[in-house]
Structure formats: structure tokens, C-alpha cells
């Protein structure tokens, strides 16, 4: 069965950027797995719980068809975190969907991931995208081959849904 892995921050991660696309990859029957700094109990900005089933230090990205990063202040943790690089690059490498929402695209900028390519995210990250060569366009969503970036949480649907329709036209 295809996989998506989703990760999120330890804490600060933006509730519905993780709750709303992790329903559509259910409802579409993909398996989920959740990815943190550690395996364990992790807190959304608003108070949601979820838990983390992996350290990012022990993904198989071998196991995975996307990876969708997630928003909300905490993602900063990943922006220069050498494992979510490793991460990132190598699903791409392999031509896997990577895919981030909010101020998580600055992950995939700062992987070397977005030079060229045409992205969003929350408004705060265009210089920070813009300085690692991607075209900032500040719509929804954008799809620029095998990545998906989002703009916030109103386009989380919208996003879950775009990382859908790549799966399944592979």
C-alpha cells in the first residue's frame, strides 16, 4: 500500500496543516507515518496531540511515495536540520513527492531543492525562498514537477489533495 510520511515539529506544529492533509491521505487509502525530531508526543499550536512514529535521523525513505513537511512555528527546526535535508533529497531523488506547507518550503529551499522551481508559502518565507533561487508566486498551491509547496492552513485540503492526484498519476 502507498505511503506518505508527515513530519511534523516537536512542538508548534500548525494543527490543521497536519490534521486536514493526513484525513485526505486516509480517505484515499494511502498508510501514514509520522516523523519528528523523536518518536513521541508532539503539540500543535492550538493544542492538538499527535505522536510521532519515527526520528527523522531513522527514515527509510525506501518505504515512502511522498513526504509532506509541515507548517507552524516549530518547523523551523527543520530549516537547517541536516536529517530532513537527507530526507528531502533523497525522496527526490527518487522521484517521490515532496511536498511542504506554510514555512516549511524553506526546508525544501534550504535542502538545495527549490532553485528554479515555482513555489509558495506563508508570505514570510519569500525572500528566504527567493534568496535559494526558487520563482515565489504566493498562490494556494503550487505543483512544479514532483513538489507540492502551500501557502497556510486554509489551503491544506488543496494541498493534501494536489500530493493525492501526483500519486496517482504515477
Keep these: 500500500m502507498p505511503a ?29 507515518v509520522t516523523a519528528s525530531v523523536a ?14 512514529e519515527e526520528a527523522m535521523l531513522d527514515v527509510d525513505t525506501s518505504k515512502f511515495d511522498a513526504v509532506a513537511f509541515i507548517g507552524g512555528a516549530g518547523a523551523r527546526v527543520f530549516f ?33 531543492l527549490l532553485a528554479g522551481k515555482t513555489v509558495t508559502s506563508f508570505p514570510s518565507q519569500e525572500s528566504d525562498l527567493k534568496e535559494h533561487g526558487a520563482v515565489y508566486t504566493g498562490n494556494p498551491v503550487e505543483v512544479d514537477g514532483r513538489i ?7 489551503a491544506a485540503d488543496a494541498f493534501g489533495e494536489a500530493i493525492v492526484a501526483l500519486l496517482e498519476a504515477t
Excluded at 506518505?4 to 498508510?31: C, N, T, W
Excluded at 518518536?39 to 510521532?52: D, K, N, S, T, V
Excluded at 536540520?81 to 534550504?110: K, N, Q, W
Excluded at 507540492?148 to 486554509?154: D, L, R, S, Y
Aim: aromatic share 8%; charged share 25%.
Design 148 to 154: 507540492v509547496t502551500a501557502n497556510g492552513p486554509e
Design 39 to 52: 518518536p513521541g508526543p508532539c503539540r500543535g499550536r492550538f493544542g492538538m496531540m499527535a505522536r510521532a
Design 4 to 32: 506518505v510520511l508527515m513530519v511534523i515539529a516537536p512542538s508548534q506544529f500548525r494543527d490543521e496543516e497536519y490534521a486536514r492533509p493526513k484525513e485526505v491521505f486516509e480517505r484515499h487509502g494511502y498508510d501514514v
Design 80 to 112: 537547517d536540520d541536516h536529517y530532513a535535508h537527507r530526507v528531502a533529497r533523497a525522496m527526490a531523488e527518487s522521484g517521490d513527492v515532496v511536498a511542504a506547507i506554510c514555512i516549511a518550503p524553506s526546508t525544501l529551499a534550504h535542502a538545495g
